[in-house]
């Protein structure tokens, strides 16, 4: 079957079933389990009612629970086992093995240092971006051009950086363009993604032109959403414009700020495709992710492997739950 026609079929059936679920399911409430008929029919409607939101839910609820709520617990499991034994229970023997591996802690080291630079550089440079970007006519025009890597998949991006780091031989033309504008001023080519410690900040560099956009676009609406009235009293009292930026905007915006780098914290915590695309770890760029992937389909390790998995879990759940509690309370 041609693959467009394939497609359109799908959506067909698939909208087709989510109409006839809604359809038949309240028919079958409304007129077969609690009928609106009879000395009871206020109770029945009543009782209806109560069920209803559960009928629209349960679809959302099924596929959570089979694609994010199995996995989990099935993850877990393998964790605990020994996969060579036929399954058998093992307790923390994986994650034993998993600590007195070298390359772990090396992972673990690289996203702590992840950790720290990505979110707070990001966030910084989007609300720059964001702030400057208002007082200009052209910042529409702008706010597209630095926005427009969020349209890009972190593996497209990871190779057009790979191709500004590439490196030729010494007397050869250069197509990378770090390398091109060395050479240009008389240095020397470097293969920068293999350099120790410094190609972590090289693939940085990626995420950080990905997720800048991302925080520009929220925080240009947190200081649009500002009030005018404290930023003219600021001006009255004499404040500066960065006394006004510092003091009177950023206090106010701060809730956004730390949504904003908590949610790029979450990003980083799982960050694999662009380690995968430009170094696949090597070079000493390990980081969580790419270790859980090369221990579940190359070493063919899957103890090892979704022990990794359970700790990106546990890092990730704490920020996720804080995030939650926060929006809830800011609903209130």
């Known amino acids: 079957m041609h693959p467009a026609l394939q497609g359109l079929l799908t959506i067909v059936i698939g909208v087709s079933a989510c109409i006839g679920y809604f359809y038949f399911s309240n028919v079958i409430l409304d007129k077969v389990i609690f009928p609106a008929r009879g000395p009871h029919a206020g109770r029945n409607i009543n009782r ?77 440079m989007g609300l720059l971006v ?19 890597p969020m349209a890009i998949s972190f593996v497209g991006a990871a190779v057009i950086w790979k191709l500004v780091y590439d490196a030729r031989p010494l007397g050869t033309e250069q197509i990378g363009i770090l390398n091109a504008v060395l050479v240009a001023l008389g240095g020397e080519p470097h ?69 904003v780098w908590t949610t790029i914290t979450i990003t980083v915590l799982k960050v694999f495709d662009i380690v995968f695309a430009m170094t696949n770890g090597q070079w000493e ?18 103890g090892v492997g979704s022990a990794a998995a359970m700790v990106i879990m546990l890092l990730v759940t704490p920020i996720l739950v804080w995030n939650v509690y926060n929006a809830r309370k800011e609903m209130k």
């Open 130 to 148: 964001a702030q400057l970007t208002d007082r200009i006519r052209w910042g529409a025009i702008a706010k597209s051009l630095i926005f427009m």
């Open 48 to 124: 209806a009612n109560l069920i209803r939101p559960w009928l629209f839910l349960f679809p959302a609820v099924a596929a959570l629970g089979l694609y994010l709520a199995y996995p989990v617990v099935e993850t877990l499991r393998l964790s605990l086992t020994d996969r060579d034994m036929g399954g058998a229970f093992i307790g923390l023997e994986n994650y034993r093995k998993m600590s007195i591996d070298p390359k772990f802690w090396e992972a673990m080291r690289n996203n702590a240092l992840w950790l720290l630079v990505v979110p707070a550089v990001s966030t910084a």
């Open 285 to 302: 760029t390990q980081v969580l992710a790419n270790y859980m992937y090369d221990k579940l389909f190359r070493a063919n390790d899957w």
């Open 191 to 259: 293969t920068f993604l293999t350099l120790p410690f410094w190609n972590n900040f090289f693939l940085m560099v990626v995420l950080v032109w990905i997720q800048t956009g991302f925080a520009m676009v929220i925080l240009s609406a947190a200081l649009r959403g500002v009030p005018e009235e404290t930023i003219e009293a600021a001006i009255v009292d004499g404040a500066n414009p960065f006394q006004i930026f510092f003091k009177i905007k950023i206090p106010q915006i701060m809730g956004t700020i730390v949504v």
